[in-house]
């Protein structure tokens, strides 16, 4: 075990070191920094989030910096504006004592005015989102033929977001004499290409799982209908009176139902995801990481990579098809020897997926029953109890309020005033955890919600859940006081058509490209594609469907459905042919106005049968 001194930090970093109370390197920091001291190699680092990564070549890449030189010496690229933030701020902590370090962000979704502002100031590092670098660099406001170091941080990431070519395009202007790091949490084809194209004699370090998160997580499930994932979570939530969690949702779409109902029902919850603009998202996670929300509903991209500590639960609201992005969740729980629990609600079809998933984790996934009325009322009491214990008396202030209070109160013993002083509390909780139906599925249950039909207890079990679901909140008056519902109403609607016009005019593809997130499409699926023409350009459905053979020049383009709205439309492309129609529409126009298309939101798997079964016919 080596100290930060015995790594060969400078005095002066290892006060700023020191003022972040890191006390000893981690396992990546202890053999990252070395390699970049003693050798001239380039370096593959594979380790999941929370390792400790931005210092690991922070730090070597402050000391590095030649102080007489004021051109760009390192450049960071990072998929995401968040995380680019995330990364200068640490640059600038860690050279606190560093006198003359300049670090500039620079990202999609913000003024690129004020970006080329400050890089003219001059930049020893520049941290970026590939599209901003690349679009600075085409308006030449950002030199790079100097840099000595490059840094992909997050590669995988960024490779699913799209950014092959900009990655391609920013390298290839690079000089040849650098060195590259390349840091990702898994090793998929992409990432080894741009490994074997851009990188020579890469020393691999592989942090494995001793990510100190993997360790301390506990992962459980609940077993239950899909159509009673909400009431579970609000169970979890309840069960969890401190929770401080993320809930991951496959879609925007979900993310904002489920937020808004969470708000709704008076949690303190919010949404983050890619329709919401830059500062929206800021406000969302300042809220949070003040703890003034306790529950983020998120997208895995927006809320990758953002580095919260202390998360009690992270939720899948659903079981991801990816283990990776199982993984990744779960690493958001659990760090610097905190204990943190993995929490799935899984219904009877995803449990399929639940042995794969032990074998990436190592670890059992355990089935647990869903919290019931009187558990949770058990828990929320306790809870308020031990408030009350706790609670700081000032004697001095309220012993003139004392003797009202005592006369008041003299008719009712010890015993009776507590009862009273609980159910004052606590009567409505108690309300409306009567009665409340058992949750979890059977394995017998077959039958999943949607499709189901025909149980006779299942109207029943279905008014009871309703009945949950809408009343109980609205009249525990404490929880609806604290959930925040300012602003929310003009961020509910998904694509809210003002905003899409908005944002094309400003017709910046890298900055959208960055701001909106890709998933990956399915094998053999449909990509869906926004498109900023609609009815009102007097086009129809063929017409969408000549414009996208035209600008591809290509007819044997594979086109699902096409759904028109007025000002704009969706149209779907099988996704082999995905990316070529994304890129073919690059410089396009129709009628002297610039087209935009990009991808929206990927339809849901059963949706996506649908399309495809209409044209098999
Ligand atoms: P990664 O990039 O691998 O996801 P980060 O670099 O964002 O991880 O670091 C994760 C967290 O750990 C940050 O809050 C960071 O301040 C903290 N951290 C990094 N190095 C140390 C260290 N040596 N000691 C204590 N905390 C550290
Ligand atoms: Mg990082």
């Not at 080894?192 to 997580?217: C, D, F, H, L, P």
């Amino acid at each position: 075990m080596l100290t930060f001194t015995e790594l060969g930090l400078s005095p002066n970093l290892l006060k700023g070191i020191e003022d972040l109370e890191f006390k000893k390197p981690t396992p990546i920091q202890e053999k990252i920094i070395p390699i970049i001291f003693s050798s001239e190699n380039d370096i593959i680092g594979l380790a999941q989030t929370g390792t400790g990564k931005t210092a690991a070549y922070g730090l070597p890449i402050i000391q590095n910096i030649d102080f007489e030189d004021n051109s760009v010496q390192a450049l960071i690229l990072s998929p995401t504006r968040e995380l680019c933030m995330q990364i200068a701020g640490d640059m600038v902590k860690y050279s606190k004592h560093i006198k003359g370090f300049e670090v500039v962000a620079v990202y999609g979704g913000a003024s690129i005015e004020n970006q080329i502002r400050a890089l003219k100031k001059g930049a020893h590092v520049i941290v970026a989102t590939p599209g901003r670098m690349l679009d600075l660099i085409k308006r030449r406001a950002a030199k790079i033929d100097k840099i000595r170091t490059v840094v992909l941080d997050e590669a995988d990431e960024m490779l699913n977001m799209g950014f092959r070519e900009d990655l391609d395009s920013i390298l290839e202007t690079t000089p040849k004499a650098k060195r590259t790091f390349l840091f990702s949490a898994t090793m998929p084809e992409e990432v080894a290409r741009i490994s074997k194209n851009y990188m020579q004699n890469a020393t691999t370090v592989t942090i494995g799982t001793q990510n100190s998160g993997a360790e301390n997580v506990k992962h459980i499930y609940y077993q239950v209908h899909a159509r009673n994932r909400y009431l579970v979570l609000k169970r979890i939530a309840d069960y969890n009176p401190d929770i401080y969690g993320i809930v991951f949702c496959r879609t925007r779409m979900e993310t904002k139902e489920v937020a808004d109902k969470l708000i709704k029902d008076g949690y303190n919850a919010d949404a983050l995801h890619g329709d919401l603009s830059q500062s929206q998202r800021d406000h969302v996670m300042k809220r949070f990481r003040e703890r003034t929300l306790q529950m983020l509903v998120a997208t895995d991209v927006a809320a990758r990579g953002i580095d919260v500590s202390d998360i009690s639960h992270v939720i899948n609201y659903n079981l991801p098809d990816d283990l990776d992005v199982y993984t990744h969740r779960s690493g958001r729980t659990g760090r610097a020897d905190k204990s943190g629990i993995s929490i799935s609600i899984v219904n009877y079809r995803e449990k399929s997926k639940i042995p794969s998933i032990e074998k990436a984790i190592k670890k059992k996934m355990e089935r647990q029953p869903v919290p019931n009325g009187n558990e949770i009322c058990q828990r929320q009491l306790f809870k308020m109890i031990d408030k009350m214990e706790k609670v700081e008396v000032d004697e001095l202030q309220i012993a003139p309020f004392m003797d009202v209070v005592n006369k008041k109160l003299e008719w009712l013993s010890k015993e009776d005033v507590i009862k009273h002083f609980v159910s004052l509390e606590f009567n409505r909780f108690l309300e409306y955890y009567k009665n409340a139906p058992d949750l979890n599925e059977k394995d017998s249950d077959k039958y999943d919600d949607g499709g189901g039909r025909g149980r006779s207890d299942r109207g029943d079990r279905r008014s009871r859940s309703d009945r949950g679901g809408r009343s109980e909140r609205n009249d525990r008056g404490e929880r609806g006081e604290r959930g925040e519902r300012s602003g929310r109403e003009n961020r509910s609607d998904s694509y809210n058509r003002s905003d899409r016009g908005e944002r094309t005019d400003r017709g910046d593809r890298q900055d959208r490209g960055e701001r909106t997130e890709r998933r990956r499409p399915e094998k053999g699926g449909y990509v869906r594609f926004f498109i900023n023409v609609g009815k009102k350009d007097k086009l129809l459905p063929k017409n969408i469907i000549g414009l996208v053979n035209d600008y591809a020049k290509d007819r044997d383009i594979n086109i699902g459905e096409i759904d028109m709205k007025d000002s704009f439309s969706f149209f779907e492309v099988g996704e082999k042919h995905a990316e070529k129609v994304l890129s073919s529409f690059k410089d396009g126009n129709y009628k002297g106005r610039k087209i935009v298309v990009e991808q929206a939101e990927a339809v849901g798997s059963s949706k996506k049968k649908k399309v495809r079964t209409k044209r098999g016919k």
